[in-house]
């Protein structure tokens, strides 16, 4: 089992910057791909980035490219959502994710509890 805890959610204004973390504990050497997610109000959790932990490569939601940036702190085993530039549309709970599996979008293993990201206007 893999245990992931996300911390760094707030309340920021359009424009602004936030990071998110996530850390893993338990079996992270299962781990092979880590993600993060979204899920606004009345709406369906969506792809926000993913990044393979070995070699670090990333792939992003178009609607989040040029603006986040996800990275990894392989000795902390931690993995971050730099977000800028952010807007009201970017309001959602934020879930981190992690996957034993050369996973992007779907078939993540292991969720976090999620952390509150609103934006106003």
């Known amino acids: 089992q893999v245990q992931l805890v996300e911390s760094g959610g707030g309340l920021v204004q359009a424009g602004d910057s936030l990071r998110l973390s996530c850390v893993a504990s338990?079996?992270?050497?299962?781990?092979?791909?880590m993600g993060w997610f979204r899920q606004a109000p009345g709406k369906e959790r969506e792809f926000v980035a993913a990044?393979?932990?070995?070699?670090?490569?990333?792939y992003y939601a178009d609607s989040v490219k040029g603006r986040f940036t996800i990275s990894r702190d392989k000795l902390k085993n931690a993995v971050y959502l730099q977000m800028n530039s952010m807007n009201p549309e970017d309001t959602a709970v934020y879930y981190c994710?992690?996957?034993?599996?050369?996973?992007?979008?779907?078939?993540?293993?292991?969720w976090g509890q999620g952390t509150q990201v609103t934006i106003s206007p």
């Open positions: 338990g079996r992270t050497f299962s781990i092979y791909t």
């Open positions: 990044l393979h932990w070995t070699t670090g490569s990333t």
């Open positions: 994710a992690a996957s034993r599996g050369d996973m992007l979008t779907t078939g993540y293993d292991y």
